[in-house]
């Protein structure tokens, strides 16, 4: 599968919400957790740097929004639309963050909500939980 990784732009911030919405608000609900446009946005702007809309077929089909540091590569948001999930977008993704972490020598970190299936995904790829919270697993797959 061909996927493009284009760095977002102010422009993209519309499909971003409408993506995020699509993507969280049920899993955010199962929770208990209700957060209103404003809070939406909030997150969207968050190290809105190192967003990046994932493309498919010149479609816009999600978000990886990471950040890399010294050992590190941390997905923050990893994120596609419903219509696309379930067709290898997310392990194709992760699996190109993986080999540049390999590359590198570093650790690849996420946080997933409780409620999310995609915690199978990421064990499935070789993550285990390192630690939680109320509403999230910490998750890491170490370069070996």
Do not use: W
């Amino acid at each position: 599968m061909n996927l493009e990784l284009i760095k977002a732009k102010e422009e993209d911030k519309d499909f971003l919400f409408n993506l995020r919405k699509s993507t969280m608000v049920t899993h955010l609900e199962k929770m208990g957790i209700h957060l209103s446009d404003q809070e939406h946005i909030s997150r969207i702007n968050l190290h809105f740097e190192a967003s990046h809309i994932i493309i498919k077929s010149s479609v816009r089909v999600g978000l990886l929004k990471c950040l890399e540091t010294k050992g590190v590569i941390e997905i923050l948001q990893l994120q596609v639309l419903p219509e696309f999930q379930g067709i290898g977008i997310g392990k194709q993704i992760i699996n190109q963050i993986l080999k540049r972490a390999q590359s590198t020598h570093k650790k690849v970190t996420l946080k997933v909500l409780k409620e999310n299936p995609a915690q199978h995904l990421y064990k499935r790829i070789g993550f285990h939980i390192t630690g939680e919270d109320q509403y999230e697993f910490y998750m890491e797959k170490k370069n070996v």
